[in-house]
């Protein structure tokens, strides 16, 4: 734990009370590029015994570095946009979700090409525990995260998010495509792009739905959610695909998604009927079953352009891919 050098802007310093006052500061990590700094401040506030701040500077032009190399200045103005989009969507979004989905918005301010977020620390209510290899129990509470995640904002108009979440959506990425070799998914990927956002039940998708965007309890039966950057709307299997490509062991032989995607599907279907009940549940999970597939072979799009040797790349998500392709003759 370091001394503190951090000076709180004021609606921090509201938070707290003239009373009270930040003691200390531990750096989580640096945030992509360079752009700011996620931090954890320790005060002598029985209300609020520690915090989590984002602090994002955001440059005026693009960084020098970027470890694939795609440091362009349009990849530099989606990341700007990206920060902009979490610091609305913890400002208007967060606090209507069921509490315990996400961290709380305690404070916020902007000024000019800063912005700074006060959020509430996960560990103070046993949900911060990052995991690296996740058991089958932490896989199914985070499929049913999204589902209620999904089924709540279902029809949700996404004013001051990404009119498409995700990171890796098409319009965004002309530089990821014209770098593709050419295949299927290239030619493909503006009708993929199209059915995907034609589907009649759009909600908002977490938008980087990676396993170390989950903070578990003990027992990994409880889930909260961070890194709000790609929220947006768009079908709730985006998440779902990403998701899956950040726990799946590639190299199992005998591998197969079914069994998680019957538990997403059931979630949701029970979630739709609590949180949308004038809502047909079977049909939303009729469409989005039939586009699970093309929304993988969507981020395979992105992939294949901006790392081709990934190893979410490989024998198994070429086939579920090439499958989807084939299903709907693309």
């Not at 005060?43 to 500077?57: E, G, N, R, Y």
């Not at 949700?156 to 965004?172: E, K, R, V």
């Not at 995907?196 to 889930?223: I, M, R, S």
């Amino acid at each position: 734990m370091s001394s503190c050098s951090y000076e709180p802007a004021e609606p921090l310093k509201t938070l707290l009370g003239d009373q009270h006052h930040v003691v200390s500061k531990d750096t989580i990590q640096s945030l992509w590029s360079g752009y700011g700094e996620l931090f954890r401040i320790h005060t002598d506030s029985p209300a609020f015994p520690s915090l989590i701040v984002k602090a994002i500077d955001l440059p005026k032009t693009a960084p020098k570095h970027h470890p694939k190399g795609w440091n362009t200045e349009l990849s530099n103005q989606r990341k700007l946009k990206s920060y902009q989009v979490e610091f609305h969507w913890y400002q208007r979004y967060v606090g209507r979700m069921p509490v315990g989905w996400a961290p709380r918005c305690l404070a916020a301010e902007s000024h000019d090409s800063h912005y700074e977020l006060v959020l509430e620390d996960l560990k103070l209510a046993d949900c911060a525990r990052v995991v690296k290899t996740p058991s089958n129990q932490e896989i199914e509470t985070v499929l049913c995260w999204l589902a209620q995640f999904h089924a709540f904002w279902l029809g949700t108009d996404p004013t001051g998010l990404w009119q498409q979440g995700t990171y890796w959506h098409l319009a965004t990425r002309p530089d990821e495509w014209q770098a593709m070799t050419e295949s299927r998914y290239k030619s493909a990927a503006e009708r993929i792009d199209n059915m995907l956002n034609d589907c009649p039940y759009q909600t908002l998708v977490h938008g980087d739905a990676k396993l170390a965007n989950f903070c578990f309890n003990e027992t990994g039966t409880q889930v909260s959610a961070v890194d709000f950057q790609y929220v947006g709307g768009g079908v709730g299997v985006k998440d779902v695909a990403l998701f899956l490509c950040t726990v799946l062991d590639f190299d199992e032989l005998q591998l197969s998604i079914d069994s998680y995607v019957e538990t997403y599907f059931e979630a949701i279907e029970m979630a739709l009927a609590r949180y949308q009940p004038n809502v047909v549940a079977s049909d939303v999970c009729h469409e989005w079953r039939k586009l699970l597939g093309l929304a993988w072979a969507d981020y395979q799009r992105f992939l294949l352009g901006w790392s081709p040797v990934h190893v979410r790349v490989n024998a198994f998500t070429n086939k579920l891919t090439l499958e989807a392709l084939d299903d709907f003759r693309l």
